[in-house]
């Protein structure tokens, strides 16, 4: 069963525009979740995480996610975007110890 | 204090030869992951070591790949006899030895392996 799922493959949005990036998960238990940033040719960076209390979780670079229990779901968000969030986005969620993660969605900036 | 290190970046072999991919944790960590990348596949999950043991090889295909994570030295992920279709970007991730669902990994660079 796909423990992470991320709807959107590709997202293009302009630049100073709103950003959301969606993620549904699926796991029985209290959820721990994760986004990660990756640039072309990188590594992954953690933008932030979500383990218990406050839903609506800040993270580097001025992106924020809020964990919906009532909806599975983990999206993160920014209030305006800049040409240096092009990248590949991943949500991800720890199971069993070992951190599996969804396909990513790539985002693209129009100047 | 030095982030994961994954070496090569970058690896060219030819079909039917060996590769060994390099990773050393982050100080202090005990918990190291690989994870495999493919153009539009996301990050595949493959093998979870701890110190002298694996503990979840679930991601791992059965024939010709094999993972070590030696009481001294770097994890070493190994593929036996490559084909073309192992080419792609593996990721090595290592965590503190916390044992909580709640840590996350922290990511190396990744080694670029390219079958030819």
């Known amino acids: 069963a796909q423990s992470v799922t991320q709807p959107d493959i590709h997202i293009t949005v302009s630049e100073g525009a709103s950003l959301e990036l969606r993620c549904n998960y699926s796991?029985?238990?209290?959820?721990?979740l994760f986004w990660y940033v990756q640039s072309p040719g990188q590594g992954l960076q953690l933008l932030l995480k979500?383990?218990?209390?406050?839903?609506l979780v800040q993270g580097i670079k001025g992106f924020e996610a809020e964990f919906k229990r009532s909806q599975s779901s983990f999206n993160l968000r920014k209030p305006s975007v800049h040409w240096s969030d092009a990248a590949e986005y991943f949500c991800?969620?720890?199971?069993?110890?070992?951190?599996?993660f969804g396909k990513g969605t790539r985002l693209h900036i129009l100047p | 204090n030095a982030g994961v290190m994954q070496n090569p970046r970058h690896l060219v072999r030819r079909r039917g030869q060996e590769a060994r991919l390099r990773c050393s944790p982050m100080?202090?960590?005990?918990?190291v992951y690989w994870y495999r990348q493919l153009p539009e596949e996301g990050l595949k999950f493959m093998v979870y070591?701890?110190?002298?043991?694996?503990?979840?090889e679930s991601g791992m295909p059965k024939e010709r790949f094999s993972a070590e994570f030696p009481k001294e030295g770097p994890s070493i992920l190994r593929i036996q006899q490559v084909v073309r279709g192992d080419s792609a970007a593996y990721f090595c991730?290592?965590?503190?030895?916390?044992?909580?669902?709640?840590?996350?990994?922290?990511f190396g660079q990744g080694t670029r392996l390219t079958v030819v």
């Open positions: 991730a290592s965590s503190p030895p916390t044992g909580t669902r709640s840590t996350e990994a922290f």
């Open positions: 796991y029985g238990a209290t959820p721990y």
């Open positions: 979500y383990f218990s209390g406050d839903t």
């Open positions: 991800a969620l720890n199971r069993d110890d070992k951190i599996i």
């Open positions: 100080k202090g960590h005990s918990h």
């Open positions: 070591l701890q110190k002298e043991n694996i503990i979840d």
